[in-house]
């Protein structure tokens, strides 16, 4: 005789119902030795170059700074943080700590603000655009050398475009790599320059990714085109504004080949930013333990100010 079919199912204990969750989650999780195999295959060559390249320099720097070397960089004098607090107490490093905030903070706003605006204009329907947007994004094109000999031809004092204008027009000329007070100026302007094609270019695709109707339903209300770029268009983008801001803070305290090549540093130290004073200090006066310890420095500074980014910006970011 059949069983009826809406007999009762006997219910499962929730004993036994763990068990079968516990072994399916140990089955889903085990490992054997051939896919261990595999992962060690995999990830071995990258671990050997990062271990070799990254996590050793940084055990290094961070024991080289606790110690006075020769000029070979090998340690000589167990000193802890006494070359910590002679940096700290040195006019001299102070000075170039200020310029590199005053050229990191330039940088970083100038280069946010023209990238903003020149997606703008270039996400604009207009005759033309496309030759503006392949000149927007020409800078990425252009190694910081070519970009060197640019602008030391531009700042030239005497066939430099600049103060041939301003001799044209019966204007002062200005020594600006000669100057410290113009060198620094001149330096923040290259460096914009250079960052503006790799900005313009992330800009652009978020103004590219925003929807239509927004703008559609401003139009309709009849809200003005400031009103829609400060309540539609940077919120929209502002995950994007968060990833620029912080690389682009990131590498202006890195910078060093614009530097190296435009004023090596000068005139008087004006334009001597962190990076390079750790590559004088290590590679030309051969003071490693000194370099070493601005590094560290250098790398608690970045640190700091990503972190207090995060907590300022991260928190008007509209996912």
Do not use: C
Request: proline share 4%; no cysteine.
């Amino acid at each position: 005789m059949e069983e009826p079919l809406n007999r009762k199912l006997k219910p499962l204990s929730n004993k036994s119902v763990t068990l079968k969750t516990q072994s399916i989650e140990k089955s889903s999780y085990d490992v054997n030795a051939h896919d261990k195999f595999y992962a060690w295959f995999f990830l071995g060559p990258s671990l050997v170059i990062l271990s070799i390249f990254v996590f050793y320099p940084m055990m290094r720097t961070l024991y080289l700074s606790f110690f006075l070397t020769n000029s070979l960089g090998h340690p000589s004098v167990f000193v802890g943080f006494s070359n910590y607090i002679n940096l700290l107490t040195s006019s001299a490093y102070l000075d170039s700590l200020t310029a590199t905030l005053i050229y990191v903070i330039a940088v970083s706003i100038l280069t946010l603000v023209f990238g903003l605006l020149l997606a703008q204009t270039a996400s604009k329907k207009i005759a033309g655009i496309n030759i503006f947007r392949t000149i927007f994004s020409g800078t990425m094109g252009v190694s910081v050398s070519v970009a060197a000999i640019f602008w030391l031809f531009i700042f030239n004092p005497s066939i430099g475009l600049l103060d041939q204008v301003a001799s044209f027009f019966h204007l002062p000329t200005i020594n600006w790599l000669t100057q410290p007070s113009w060198a620094m100026t001149a330096v923040i302007i290259s460096t914009v320059w250079m960052n503006l094609g790799f900005t313009f270019l992330i800009f652009f695709g978020a103004f590219q990714s925003v929807p239509k109707f927004f703008y559609e339903a401003a139009e309709i209300e009849g809200l003005s085109r400031s009103y829609q770029f400060f309540h539609i268009t940077l919120p929209m983008i502002s995950p994007t504004i968060f990833f620029i801001s912080i690389i682009t803070l990131i590498e202006s305290f890195k910078s060093f080949g614009l530097i190296d090549l435009m004023t090596a540093g000068g005139p008087n130290n004006a334009t001597n930013l962190l990076v390079y004073r750790i590559y004088q200090d290590a590679f030309l006066s051969g003071n490693y333990g000194s370099a070493s310890t601005q590094s560290v420095i250098l790398a608690i500074i970045i640190a700091l100010f990503t972190l207090i980014q995060f907590k300022l910006l991260e928190k008007k970011v509209t996912y």
